[in-house]
């Protein structure tokens, strides 16, 4: 497939100005005329629908434009390769950028498509109440096979409400990295009273660390200063989850 013509980095994968008069139908006249296999993938979605295009050309058609000696469907297909369809979801913005040819305005792009379809397909319900470990587990069970530590903040209202679900950190979880303001700054935001804590163990275990255990203690105390209570902290994994707060430790 040929390369794809490379375009300033300012953030615009594909003109939007209308061609001059006349010229549409000419356009959609080649397009139609041109094997499938000699499409670029923009074009190709525009002729074939969206449903025609592999996962590597839907990723081309997001980051839109590839660089100087390397095409864009090159650039996804290198990612689709490396991690798989299903993977790409859980890259970082770090991870998306560290690839050639993906800066930090795609990868910004790409972490934003990602999120906005994870939202739209979320099943629409009312506000669910969180009264329980079991409850609050089944709101956070996508993270049972993420392939790095998240750390998942759910805030409550004083009905327990969910008001809404944050993303602190991707990565080790650390203490001395993951300050309580991280955690509390959205809680404030959205007058949350109560909040539940939850990471990941990608090994599989569900055996709270010594480290897991001080940092659910620390942010119990940061979140008394402030009135917002931490009703629990929840290690989930392949093989289910634990609460902290169930085995006394919290």
Request: glycine share 8%.
């Amino acid at each position: 497939m040929p390369d794809e013509p490379t375009a300033p980095s300012n953030g615009t994968a594909y003109p939007t100005e209308a061609p001059p008069a006349g010229e549409p139908a000419r356009s959609q006249k080649r397009l139609r005329e041109l094997p499938a296999t000699v499409l670029l993938p923009r074009d190709k979605l525009l002729r074939f629908g969206v449903a025609g295009l592999s996962q590597a050309e839907l990723v081309a058609v997001l980051l839109g434009t590839g660089t100087k000696g390397k095409s864009v469907i090159r650039i996804a297909e290198d990612l689709v390769g490396r991690h798989g369809g299903q993977k790409l979801v859980t890259l970082s913005l770090d991870e998306w950028s560290s690839h050639r040819g993906v800066g930090r305005v795609k990868a910004a792009q790409m972490l934003a498509a990602f999120e906005l379809g994870r939202r739209l397909l979320a099943p629409s319900a009312e506000e669910p109440r969180v009264s329980s470990p079991a409850e609050a587990y089944a709101l956070v069970r996508d993270l049972r096979r993420a392939r790095k530590e998240h750390l998942v903040s759910l805030y409550l209202d004083a009905q327990n409400r969910l008001i809404c679900r944050e993303t602190v950190s991707i990565g080790s979880l650390n203490t001395t990295r993951t300050h309580p303001r991280e955690v509390l700054q959205p809680a404030i935001v959205n007058s949350a009273l109560a909040f539940i804590l939850v990471h990941n163990h990608p090994s599989g275990s569900l055996d709270p660390s010594r480290d897991d255990v001080e940092f659910t203690r620390t942010m119990a105390r940061a979140g008394d200063l402030m009135g917002i209570s931490l009703y629990d902290h929840i290690i989930v994994s392949r093989r289910g989850f634990v609460s902290l707060k169930e085995r006394g430790l919290l």
